[in-house]
């Protein structure tokens, strides 16, 4: 028997607006598929320099074309089921220790390793991006991340021929998130992507915001984002990421495959059997603005689905 858990995300039609869209241009595929690595050079840390700030160069290439969203907006309404279903969760999710932090990389790669958050952050090649973020349920922000390409991470321990997916799990830590006590939920949050994906150069591990830290709340002290998906696929505060042969289960696709699927990315023609996407509330000013096909990033990744027209791609 499908037991139906109502979600944070489960908008009343009244908020939605009618489909008006604007689709992105024609979209070309700029972004290489092998595993590159932005051409941004690593920067020096301490951890004093961290505790302090996370400031790195912007790079020019990604303009959000819309205001960057406050930085109280962003690090106050968020979706954290670990730790309770409403968007208040902040003050909360301070409980997370964010030190010591590991994460393990393993499964079908060459070299599997366990990286300590401060290596990281003095190895691989830091850099600000300025993405938006469009949430499934309808509302969008953008956050200048601190951070680097996934792709770089995964050359440091070379993921072998076979693997063709990649699996994120997210912390789970009883003593600090109060929302694992619902057991029906299957946790651990579990996310996960194609190698094609993660090697695309837009997918960003992040490990800070507004030139600082990331705070738990927004997934810290490392989550994933790719901006071209539904916001539920960035797994947040990640413990390990393992390298497939098999596509994993995702956590919304086990409670709801018909509404929350593998793929999710943007299209604001495909309706989510319970309200429309043709347009979003921008964080902040409430403002209704037409969503972007890919989230407006298809020049960067419409190439990655050629041939898979087959698949659900959209939702
Ligand atoms: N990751 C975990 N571990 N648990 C969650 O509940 N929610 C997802 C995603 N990552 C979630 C998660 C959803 S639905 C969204 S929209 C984004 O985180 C929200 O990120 P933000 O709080 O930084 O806006």
Request: charged share 20%.
């Amino acid at each position: 028997m499908l037991i139906r858990i109502p979600r944070g995300w489960e908008i009343p039609e009244r908020d939605a607006t009618p489909e008006s869209l604007v689709f992105g241009r024609r979209a070309t595929l700029k972004a290489a598929a092998g595993l590159g690595v932005a051409g941004i050079a690593p920067l020096a840390w301490s951890s004093p320099a961290v505790a302090q700030g996370l400031a790195a160069p912007r790079d020019a290439r990604f303009q959000p074309g819309r205001e960057i969203t406050a930085e109280k907006d962003a690090t106050t309404y968020n979706n954290y089921y670990e730790f309770g279903t409403d968007k208040g969760i902040h003050h909360a999710a301070q409980k997370l220790p964010l030190s010591p932090w590991t994460v393990k990389l393993d499964g079908l790669v060459d070299t599997p390793r366990e990286f300590a958050l401060e290596d990281l952050l003095k190895t691989m090649p830091l850099e600000e991006r300025v993405y938006r973020l469009r949430c499934v349920e309808a509302w969008s922000m953008v956050v200048p991340w601190t951070g680097f390409p996934l792709a770089a991470l995964l050359k440091a321990v070379g993921p072998k021929p076979e693997a063709r997916y990649v699996r994120f799990e997210t912390a789970a830590v009883p003593s600090a998130m109060p929302g694992l006590r619902q057991s029906w939920y299957p946790w651990p949050y579990i996310e996960a992507c194609t190698v094609e994906e993660a090697a695309n150069d837009l997918s960003f591990m992040v490990v800070g915001a507004y030139g600082k830290p990331l705070p738990p709340q927004n997934g810290g002290p490392i989550r994933i984002h790719q901006p071209w998906k539904y916001g539920f696929k960035a797994g947040k505060s990640l413990v390990k990421i393992s390298l497939v042969a098999q596509r994993p289960k995702t956590f919304w696709e086990s409670i709801q495959a018909s509404e929350y699927g593998f793929w999710a990315n943007v299209n604001p023609e495909v309706s989510h059997p319970r309200w429309s996407q043709a347009s979003e509330r921008v964080l902040g000013s409430g403002e209704r603005i037409p969503t972007q096909l890919f989230n407006g990033y298809g020049e960067f990744v419409s190439g990655l689905y050629t041939g898979l027209q087959k698949e659900r791609l959209w939702a």
